[in-house]
Structure formats: structure tokens, C-alpha cells
């Protein structure tokens, strides 16, 4: 598909959800439309290569104006259809289609979901949250992007484990430039990389990777992306990181 219009159109859910339909039957992926929010329902797709242990959960756009996130994810599934079901993941590829509609953070309520999961009265968390459950996984990623960025940069979250999100770094390096800052979001940073540790009492609101570390992943990463640089390569950076991420995992 030509790259010059499809980027006029990473804000159309129904372009994007529509896509990811095409891709799951030729991938022999399994579809779950699992809530209905505002207008738009809301899909998770799952490889039958997928057990209750070590597989690879993977989420884009839970923030609205963020699109390199749901498009770099989509991208990724797209080079690796023909393997797709040999992967062991769990996708979902849009949380918050009213927000990538409108190019808002937030869903129509004004809610930032990433701030969420510690409530039990949003339905849409809800129902993802009945999907996860029983699944534990080696791998947890969170695509986001952030204005403020001047480069990309990730979180990484691990249970005694070594770290790998460097070399994530690295890979999405050849696109977009690693964010130089010493400090990120009020956090040491090393040459973009972020590590985090959990103490949920410290947490009084709870995001998704926060959750998902805390109940379901041995290693989470968010990885952010510059929004105010160019499209084309922020999307890449989210391939690359994918990528690199999964090829990290099965080692």
C-alpha cells in the first residue's frame, strides 16, 4: 500500500480494524471482538501458538494521538504474516479507538485508560483484564509515543532478569534518534533506557504495564517514541523494537 496515503489515515479505526481482520484470516490468527466502546468494538487477536505461559503480549493505543504505535504494531504483524501463527502472541492492537479517531489521549469521558487499572468500573479494562486472565507471559510490550520526547525511549520492567531494552534501543536507533536526556519523566535514564521497578503501594493509580508486571509479565516494556518527528520513521522504530524484543525472548 502506497505509505503516502495510508498516513493520512492512521486516525481511521475502522481502516485499521478492517486490516487487522484481513491479516488475522490469512494468519490464521483468532479474532476476539471482546467489549464495545463508544461506538467501536474492540478486537484482541490470538496465535495459536499461544499457551497460558510464556508467550508475548503486545498493545498499542491506549492513548489516541499517539498513531505510530497502532500502525507500527500493524506493520509488524504485516512483515511476519506468514509466521504469524508460529508466534506465540496475544495482540491488541487498538485500546482506544475513540481516542485514535478524535486524536485525543483520552477516550470520550476525558479518561486517560493508562491511569485504570486499578478501577473495576471500566468495562472495556474489564474485559481485557477476563482475557489475562490465567496467562502468564515472558514478554509484555506497550507502544506508546510522547510529546515531549526527544528521541525514543523505554521502560523496562524485569524480574531478575538481564536487560535487554539497550538493544531494543539500538534497533529502533537506525530510525529515530535515542533520547540523549539524563532525566526522563523525572526518572534516571541511560542513553533512553528507563528501569523500573515495582512497589504497588507507591502506585495510586495503576497503568496497563504496571499491571500486566505485576500479574502477568516477567518483562514489560513501554517504548515511546518522539511524536513531533516524523511519522514514516516513528512507525519503523515500532517494528524494529518489536522485532528485536520477540527475537530477544526466545533465545
Known amino acids: ?18 486490516r487487522w481482520q484481513n491479516l488475522a484470516r490469512k494468519a490464521r490468527l483468532k479474532t476476539l471482538g471482546y467489549c464495545t466502546a463508544e461506538e467501536f468494538e474492540l478486537f484482541c487477536f490470538i496465535s495459536p501458538a499461544l499457551t497460558n ?46 481516542g485514535l479517531v478524535h486524536n485525543r489521549r483520552t477516550d470520550s469521558e476525558n479518561r486517560d485508560l493508562n491511569r485504570c487499572y486499578h478501577l473495576d468500573t471500566i468495562q472495556r479494562i474489564n474485559a481485557q483484564i477476563e482475557l489475562l486472565r490465567d496467562r502468564k507471559f515472558r514478554l509484555a510490550m506497550c507502544l506508546h509515543e510522547d510529546y515531549d520526547a526527544q528521541g525514543v525511549y523505554l521502560y523496562e520492567i524485569r524480574k531478575k532478569l538481564t536487560t535487554f531494552g539497550p538493544e531494543l534501543l539500538a534497533a529502533a536507533g537506525y530510525y529515530v534518534p ?50 513531533e518527528y516524523d511519522l514514516g520513521p516513528r512507525i519503523q522504530a515500532h517494528v524494529a523494537m518489536i522485532q528485536r524484543a520477540i527475537e530477544l525472548s526466545f533465545v
Not at 1 to 18: A, C, G, P
Not at 73 to 78: D, H, K, N, T
Not at 198 to 218: D, G, M
Request: with cysteine.
Open 178 to 227: 535515542i533520547d540523549p536526556r539524563q532525566t526522563i519523566e523525572g526518572r534516571r535514564a541511560d542513553q533512553g533506557w528507563i528501569a523500573r521497578k515495582i512497589n504497588i503501594k507507591k502506585f495510586p493509580v495503576v497503568a496497563e504495564a504496571i499491571y500486566l508486571a505485576s500479574n502477568h509479565s516477567e518483562r514489560t516494556i513501554t517504548a515511546e517514541t518522539p511524536s
Open 1 to 18: 500500500m502506497n505509505f503516502e496515503f495510508q498516513r493520512h489515515r492512521v486516525h481511521d479505526y475502522q481502516f485499521l480494524s478492517k
Open 53 to 98: 505461559a510464556g508467550g508475548i503480549y503486545l498493545s498499542a493505543g491506549i492513548h489516541g494521538d499517539e498513531p505510530a504505535s497502532t500502525e507500527g504494531l500493524f506493520q509488524w504483524a504485516e512483515l511476519h504474516c506468514s509466521i504469524l501463527h508460529e508466534i506465540p502472541v496475544m495482540i491488541f492492537p487498538c485500546l482506544n479507538p475513540w
